[in-house]
């Protein structure tokens, strides 16, 4: 998701159950401020890093990917980006994305190389794939929701469901161009939009983002998901993962719970909407956040497990 006119009751509900301080395990170093890096974008999101700790996210309205580099410089890494959206890196510094303009899901290979992985699902033209995260091992989970674009050309809503899928990592048997097999895992959301996982493979956090819930699912080893739980009962833009388990939560600032889904903090933006968030630096000990027209940081006590996946 990236325009705020499309979650006004998400946000209004947000705002009355308010922003409790941070509690004695906060996640923020102390005396730490969320500090203003840029403001220059129309709107951003999927904020991500790559195996240096520089951290890359999208101003979709301006269909551009930008890098925040270890160093504090920023520069364009790719414009065109067909409408990216949530991006996530993995081991070898391939990057894939959520390309909204066409509805497909991208790798993006550190030559800038673009190889098209996913655009439709039995024949029919997914939703908009909108948040990704790598399964580490290989495979790669993301969410699809329909959020009416005004760039698309394209008929109706093909697919029935707003749902959530698995593409399985490429087998060593397979002959070179065979499609990795792609599945359907999750049908029976509203609307799934953040999506992480735990860094040992084990859980899934998906969020219903218009039923302001977040869901945990235990991974099997062939990809499919079993045990859903209700894991709290706040929706997501875009989700992260700490070395102590936490989960954090994007919407009005970020929210942090622990891993039984006790709300243990709240970062305060001073934005209307933050769409994402990750970890980045060469320590990984800094939160990055992509807030409406802004990039912000935060230094962390704890450091991020989440950067990348797969292989």
């Given at each position: 998701?990236?325009?705020?006119?499309?979650?006004?009751?998400?946000?209004?509900?947000?705002l009355?159950?308010?922003?409790?301080?941070?509690?004695?395990?906060g996640?923020?170093?102390?005396?730490?401020?969320?500090?203003?890096?840029s403001?220059?974008?129309?709107?951003?999101?999927?904020?991500?890093c790559?195996?240096?700790?520089?951290?890359y996210?999208t101003?979709?309205p301006?269909d551009?990917i930008?890098?925040?580099?270890?160093?504090?410089?920023l520069?364009?890494?790719?414009?065109?980006?067909?409408?990216s959206?949530?991006?996530?890196?993995d081991?070898?510094g391939?990057?894939?994305s959520?390309?909204?303009?066409?509805?497909?899901?991208?790798?993006?290979?550190?030559?800038?190389?673009?190889?098209?992985?996913?655009?439709?699902?039995?024949?029919?033209?997914?939703?908009a794939p909108?948040?990704?995260?790598?399964?580490?091992?290989?495979?790669?989970y993301f969410?699809?929701?329909?959020?009416?674009r005004?760039?698309?050309?394209?008929?109706?809503?093909?697919?029935e469901?707003?749902?959530?899928?698995y593409?399985?990592?490429?087998r060593?048997?397979?002959?070179?161009?065979t499609?990795?097999?792609?599945?359907?895992?999750i049908?029976?959301?509203e609307?799934?939009?953040?999506?992480?996982?735990t860094p040992?493979?084990?859980?899934l956090y998906?969020s219903?983002l218009?039923?302001?819930?977040t869901?945990?699912?235990d991974?099997?080893?062939?990809?499919?998901?079993?045990?859903?739980?209700?894991?709290?009962?706040?929706?997501?833009d875009?989700?992260?993962?700490?070395?102590?388990g936490?989960?954090?939560?994007?919407?009005?600032?970020?929210?942090?719970?622990?891993?039984?889904?006790k709300?243990?903090?709240?970062?305060?933006v001073p934005?209307?909407?933050?769409?994402?968030?990750?970890?980045?630096g060469?320590?990984?000990?800094?939160l990055?956040?992509?807030?409406?027209?802004?990039?912000?940081?935060v230094?962390?006590?704890?450091r991020?497990?989440?950067?990348?996946?797969?292989?």
């Amino acid at each position: 998701m990236n325009r705020i006119q499309s979650s006004m009751i998400i946000l209004l509900a947000m705002l009355a159950g308010g922003c409790a301080a941070a509690s004695e395990h906060g996640v923020t170093a102390l005396g730490a401020q969320v500090e203003k890096l840029s403001r220059e974008f129309e709107f951003t999101e999927g904020a991500t890093c790559d195996p240096e700790g520089n951290v890359y996210f999208t101003d979709q309205p301006n269909d551009r990917i930008m890098k925040w580099s270890v160093d504090g410089k920023l520069s364009v890494f790719m414009k065109p980006s067909n409408r990216s959206n949530g991006m996530m890196f993995d081991t070898k510094g391939n990057l894939y994305s959520c390309a909204d303009e066409k509805n497909e899901l991208w790798l993006i290979a550190p030559d800038k190389k673009v190889t098209v992985l996913v655009k439709e699902y039995k024949g029919k033209l997914l939703n908009a794939p909108n948040d990704v995260w790598l399964r580490p091992g290989g495979g790669l989970y993301f969410t699809d929701p329909w959020y009416k674009r005004d760039w698309w050309k394209r008929g109706p809503q093909e697919q029935e469901v707003e749902g959530v899928y698995y593409l399985a990592p490429q087998r060593k048997e397979d002959k070179p161009g065979t499609p990795r097999q792609l599945t359907r895992v999750i049908d029976n959301l509203e609307t799934p939009n953040g999506i992480t996982g735990t860094p040992d493979g084990r859980t899934l956090y998906v969020s219903d983002l218009k039923a302001q819930r977040t869901y945990a699912y235990d991974i099997r080893p062939d990809g499919s998901l079993t045990n859903r739980r209700l894991f709290c009962e706040m929706g997501s833009d875009g989700m992260t993962v700490d070395s102590e388990g936490n989960v954090y939560l994007t919407g009005k600032g970020v929210t942090v719970f622990d891993k039984a889904g006790k709300r243990i903090d709240h970062i305060d933006v001073p934005e209307e909407w933050s769409a994402n968030v990750c970890f980045g630096g060469k320590d990984r000990k800094t939160l990055f956040i992509t807030a409406s027209k802004g990039l912000y940081a935060v230094k962390t006590r704890v450091r991020g497990v989440n950067d990348q996946g797969g292989k």
